[in-house]
């Protein structure tokens, strides 16, 4: 059995010593007060220069384990010197030494004394001497702490780590037997499955069953989320998965798949841990206060009382954002945390895209770590492109710049100064308003790296004075973000420079192609379904997203007929930009003919609010008797939800809506509530300088430029938005295709297969 650290074997439980320590041995206070810490390579080449000061016969990576009843403990010890019978544990650190928190040291003494023990067990002897070594990467010294241990002290030290946790142990193995019996006999939890809905579960199951990845297109209103995860599921048992990861694009999309997972649990007969991750800025019970115990009461001995509030957790039928915030609340613990523990022993985790193809995803880390063997289901998937060049593109401001110089003490000025230096430079050789270059200056990167290095040095230094301004704290991290992606920069981005006047450029890395950044988790991941309404054409999903070979596609058939959804196109209209003025007054007439025709509730799409605005001042102008509503720009929650409570079965109007928005997909009004939706826009994404050139890199790599920039993106988020009008077999509804282009041949092959599309002119409609 997998979870937490946990493996199974035929002889019992395989746990590595660092996850055995960090479930048994972290005590006191939270403490997630920022302190610069060594990268993964200074972590390595630090334990290489330790190393290299031993003697001859110093063995480094000594690999270590033993057993406990069922359950068998391993792990690798970094050193021992068998000239003074002492195991060294390595940790790297910058900064001051006080400044290492006291449950990280618990941990480390924990692991140390656990080493001490197997290592008195392989080699015979009865006493042996330890070392926790913290080795500064700044400054290359060594602080060490030792201890001499006798053999019985430390078999009685393991015996109470290993007896603590394996209760837990056999208490997940009870819940592992259960769950995967549960499984294995569970039923569709309704009478049939929706027409469509069964040849899409089909395909998952398939996919897990063959370890392999599923692009799945299926219509809006199949129920897409139960029949992905039903399937999932079902082959969890005989697969071994141990965990499946439910990903949505938005809180909607999270709230269907708590919902489905409520249905799939039968009341509580089939026992599977389902847990919401919820961002942490929504969770902070405490936003005005740090993240440690002498600032936040529920950071104060977090550790201490986390075992009692993980332990509640299991109880609770639904581990949602509400249900963990009542448990951390009850046992005084902080419920972002607990959640964030709790993904270690559950069975489903919902959460966004971010947990699992961020660079820094929590679940995909943890997943790596654990060796667990994880089914992704990516909800809403044709979002995925754009948030994964979101996730592995950053910028720098030189306004950021400037105001983090005037606040840096004297030690960090210069090198910001050089920062300056080398960034006026780069800019000379992009005199344009907006340029891409070939390269990243060198000269750039290299004063990014002293700056950072330098800010580094002086936050260990003043960690104990409150650390950072956050003028000079917001610029540090947007210089190692932009160091990390330099890196791994390649014909996957570019560098560009913005200019927005003399003083104010932006230097930034833009993500075109995020394949190489999502390769490896979909590589991982025993099977990966992403799955859409709109998942088409599949090769551009797969170029961009770096699917494996052996990818399944499936275009599930709909449950919809052509009679159900009369599709207009309105072909004596242009919405080109250089056409919208004359096109508000056509767009308005043809919005009051259709309604005068059929009465009820329309949704109308635009490409941007100030075409939005004119288009519903129009229609307010010449037909007022027409009850209309607007979206309108960073609308709340609650405007949002009030905007959709318009549309109810008795009411009528049009809500005006901007395509690609809240309003365009992941929303159900069935039946009376929406009968109808103009899309007056082709969905294209702006020609402006920036998608020109992803337009032309797109092209060099996959021959198809202006389709993959443009075309694809911008129909995707009309089939869309013309999704909400049918959304069960009984619905009936009108969309209207606003543009001529909509009659193009290249167009209409991209619409779905069921729509059947008559063009219309304008005057002639409806």
Not at 26 to 46: H, N, V, Y
Not at 618 to 633: G, N
């Amino acid at each position: 059995m997998a979870g937490g650290g946990l493996s199974g074997e035929v002889k019992g439980y395989t746990v590595a010593v660092r996850a055995l320590c960090e479930f048994t041995a972290k005590q006191g206070d939270l403490d997630l007060r920022f302190t610069p810490s060594p990268t993964a390579l200074e972590g390595i080449a630090g334990h290489a220069v330790v190393a290299s000061r031993r003697g001859e016969r110093y063995r480094a990576e000594v690999t270590l384990e033993g057993d406990y009843g069922l359950l068998h403990v391993r792990g690798r010890a970094d050193g021992y010197d068998p000239d003074q019978n002492l195991i060294e544990e390595v940790k790297t650190y910058r900064g001051q030494f006080t400044s290492i928190p006291d449950n990280h040291r618990h941990l480390h003494w924990a692991q140390l004394r656990i080493y001490g023990h197997l290592m008195c067990e392989q080699l015979d002897m009865e006493t042996v001497n330890l070392a926790l070594v913290y080795f500064d990467i700044g400054s290359q010294q060594e602080t060490l702490l030792r201890e001499t241990r006798t053999r019985a002290e430390l078999k009685a030290i393991f015996e109470d780590h290993c007896g603590r946790f394996i209760a837990w142990a056999e208490q997940e193995m009870r819940h592992r037997e259960a769950r995967n019996d549960a499984l294995a006999g569970m039923r569709f939890p309704h009478a049939d499955f929706r027409p469509g809905q069964r040849q899409l579960a089909e395909a998952v199951f398939r996919a897990n069953a063959g370890k392999r990845c599923l692009l799945a297109q299926a219509p809006t209103g199949i129920g897409k989320t139960l029949g992905t995860m039903f399937p999932a599921l079902k082959a969890a048992p005989k697969e071994n998965i141990d965990k499946l990861v439910f990903l949505a694009a938005k809180t909607p999309g999270r709230k269907l798949a708590l919902d489905a997972a409520a249905t799939l649990k039968a009341g509580g007969t089939i026992p599977l841990r389902v847990l919401e991750l919820t961002a942490r800025d929504k969770a902070c019970e405490h936003p005005d206060k740090a993240c440690h115990g002498d600032a936040c009461p529920l950071a104060r001995g977090f550790y201490d009382r986390l075992p009692s509030a993980r332990a509640a957790s299991l109880d609770a039928p639904l581990l949602d954002r509400e249900t963990l915030r009542t448990i951390g609340l009850e046992h005084d613990v902080c419920p972002y945390y607990l959640g964030s523990e709790m993904a270690r022993w559950s069975d489903m985790v919902v959460g966004d895209y971010n947990y699992w193809f961020d660079g820094g995803a929590m679940l995909y880390a943890l997943a790596l770590e654990r060796g667990w063997k994880v089914s992704v289901l990516a909800d809403e998937a044709h979002n995925l492109v754009s948030r994964a060049r979101g996730m592995y593109s950053t910028s720098l401001e030189r306004g950021s710049l400037r105001a983090a110089r005037a606040v840096a003490p004297p030690a960090v000025q210069k090198p910001l100064e050089k920062v300056g230096r080398a960034w006026t430079e780069a800019g000379k050789a992009a005199p344009l308003p907006y340029q891409v270059l070939e390269a990243i200056p060198q000269k750039l990167l290299d004063s990014l790296q002293n700056a950072t290095s330098a800010i580094t040095e002086h936050l260990a230094e003043s960690m104990a004075d409150g650390g950072l301004d956050p003028a000079l704290q917001a610029f540090y991290f947007d210089a190692l973000q932009f160091q990390r992606l330099a890196e791994s920069f390649g014909t996957h981005s570019l560098f560009d420079l913005t200019r927005t006047d003399e003083r104010d450029t932006t230097l930034a890395i833009r993500n075109l192609v995020p394949a190489p950044f999502l390769k490896p988790r979909f590589e991982f991941a025993h099977s990966t379904t992403l799955f859409s309404a709109t998942l088409s054409p599949w090769h551009y999903f797969a170029d961009l997203l770096g699917m494996p070979e052996d990818t399944a596609w499936i275009d599930v058939d709909s449950p919809f007929v052509a009679s159900q959804l009369k599709v207009e196109v309105a072909r004596g209209i242009s919405t080109r930009y250089q056409h919208r003025k004359s096109s508000l007054v056509p767009i308005a007439d043809l919005m009051a003919r259709q309604y005068a025709d059929q009465p009820g509730n329309y949704l109308a799409f635009f490409s941007s609010f100030d075409y939005l605005e004119q288009a519903a001042d129009m229609l307010a102008q010449r037909h007022p008797e027409i009850p209309a509503w607007r979206q309108s720009r960073r609308m709340s929650e609650m405007e949002r939800t009030a905007f959709l409570e318009r549309f109810t079965s008795e009411s009528r109007g049009v809500g005006f809506a901007v395509l690609g928005g809240a309003f365009g997909e992941g929303i159900d009004l069935p039946g009376a509530r929406l009968i109808g939706a103009f899309v007056a826009t082709l969905g294209l994404p702006q020609i402006n300088p920036v998608n020109e050139q992803l337009r032309e890199r797109l092209q060099a790599l996959f021959g198809a430029g202006y389709d993959y920039a443009y075309l694809y993106p911008g129909l995707q988020k009309v089939v869309q938005a013309a999704g909400r009008v049918i959304r069960t077999e009984q619905d009936q509804g009108t969309v209207w295709l606003i543009d001529d282009r909509f009659a193009r041949p290249e167009v209409l092959e991209l619409l779905p297969a069921w729509w059947h599309v008559e063009a219309r002119s304008s005057a002639s409609a409806p």
